[in-house]
């Protein structure tokens, strides 16, 4: 039984002058969360195996080095960047967070590539779904769990999306990781200027659409009455029959409430261009 909010706020004060109540409460409300385990991932999304080997050296929170050299990173999820020398605050602290993860999850162990689609970047780089010998979660699905990753905006597969979703969710409900910091909350859609804030940057934006409309070979998915300020996600016509095979129906958004992932751009006001469905999710539903 997930506890009730009533329940978690007498936790809570509870917790003032006994601060191992809120931890086994966080604990415990993380396990009632996760009743159901995710999907298995391999299977889920069909992957093809590439490779194997041990790996070397982390360098940083989705990238590291097999002992043959090879540069891997970890395919699907969107991590802080390490910072620069002297850099400090939110964004240093968690980019050196996730890499002690991937550290503590990977450094010395044997493990299985596996790939979905194009299995190199344009640095050269191998991305993959990497899993440690014997077991069956992918490591992107355990970053995911612990709060230090999000997932990216192109998975490349609706039944990968899902499973990747879940464990990013059960993370952000407890406020693991990422999720336990201001800087990375989900932005809202019903305050533009905010959203506007994290230009250039990788965000999650959640509001009720207002009206979709198509223009010029665009769909426009409007969050406000006027574009030159509020929050709009936009999607190429040539693309909208990929978003019905995958369940989501552009032209019926109108009146949903939804989150939306990817980088932050201006055009009058904020605005997210989506490129595949796993970009959108129903908020109403989690």
């Given at each position: 039984m997930v506890p009730s909010i009533r329940n978690l706020l007498s936790l809570r004060y509870l917790g003032r002058t006994c601060p191992w109540i809120l931890i086994f409460a966080a604990i415990g409300f993380a396990a009632a969360t996760r009743a159901e385990p995710s999907p298995d991932i391999a299977t889920a999304c069909n992957l093809e195996t590439?490779?194997?080997?041990?790996?070397?050296?982390?360098?940083?929170?989705?990238?590291?080095?097999?002992?043959?050299?090879?540069?891997?990173?970890?395919?699907?999820?969107?991590?802080?960047s390490m910072p620069l020398p002297g850099e400090a605050g939110a964004p240093a602290k968690a980019g050196l967070a996730a890499k002690a993860a991937l550290e503590t999850l990977l450094n010395g162990k044997n493990v299985t590539l596996k790939t979905l689609g194009p299995n190199a970047d344009r640095y050269g780089r191998i991305v993959a779904y990497v899993f440690v010998e014997g077991q069956k979660r992918a490591v992107q699905q355990d970053m995911l769990a612990q709060g230090h990753a999000r997932v990216a905006a192109d998975v490349g597969d609706s039944s990968c999306a899902s499973a990747l979703l879940a464990d990013e969710r059960a993370a952000r409900t407890v406020g693991l990781g990422l999720w336990a910091d201001p800087?990375?909350?989900?932005?809202?859609?019903?305050?533009?200027?905010?959203?506007?804030?994290?230009?250039?940057?990788?965000?999650?934006?959640?509001?009720?659409?207002?009206?979709?409309?198509?223009?010029?070979g665009t769909i426009y998915v409007n969050f406000g009455r006027r574009w030159s300020e509020d929050f709009t996600v936009t999607v190429l016509k040539r693309n909208e029959r990929t978003f019905t095979g995958a369940g989501v129906d552009l032209k019926k958004l109108s009146g949903r409430r939804i989150r939306v992932r990817g980088f932050v751009e201006e055009r009058g006001g904020p605005w997210i261009e989506a490129t595949r469905p796993e970009q959108i999710e129903l908020a109403e539903q989690h």
């Amino acid at each position: 039984m997930v506890p009730s909010i009533r329940n978690l706020l007498s936790l809570r004060y509870l917790g003032r002058t006994c601060p191992w109540i809120l931890i086994f409460a966080a604990i415990g409300f993380a396990a009632a969360t996760r009743a159901e385990p995710s999907p298995d991932i391999a299977t889920a999304c069909n992957l093809e195996t590439l490779g194997t080997g041990t790996v070397r050296r982390i360098v940083d929170g989705r990238t590291f080095h097999l002992d043959d050299g090879q540069q891997i990173r970890l395919a699907a999820i969107e991590v802080p960047s390490m910072p620069l020398p002297g850099e400090a605050g939110a964004p240093a602290k968690a980019g050196l967070a996730a890499k002690a993860a991937l550290e503590t999850l990977l450094n010395g162990k044997n493990v299985t590539l596996k790939t979905l689609g194009p299995n190199a970047d344009r640095y050269g780089r191998i991305v993959a779904y990497v899993f440690v010998e014997g077991q069956k979660r992918a490591v992107q699905q355990d970053m995911l769990a612990q709060g230090h990753a999000r997932v990216a905006a192109d998975v490349g597969d609706s039944s990968c999306a899902s499973a990747l979703l879940a464990d990013e969710r059960a993370a952000r409900t407890v406020g693991l990781g990422l999720w336990a910091d201001p800087y990375y909350v989900v932005q809202q859609a019903e305050n533009p200027a905010k959203v506007l804030a994290e230009r250039g940057r990788f965000a999650l934006v959640e509001g009720k659409v207002l009206s979709v409309r198509e223009s010029r070979g665009t769909i426009y998915v409007n969050f406000g009455r006027r574009w030159s300020e509020d929050f709009t996600v936009t999607v190429l016509k040539r693309n909208e029959r990929t978003f019905t095979g995958a369940g989501v129906d552009l032209k019926k958004l109108s009146g949903r409430r939804i989150r939306v992932r990817g980088f932050v751009e201006e055009r009058g006001g904020p605005w997210i261009e989506a490129t595949r469905p796993e970009q959108i999710e129903l908020a109403e539903q989690h």
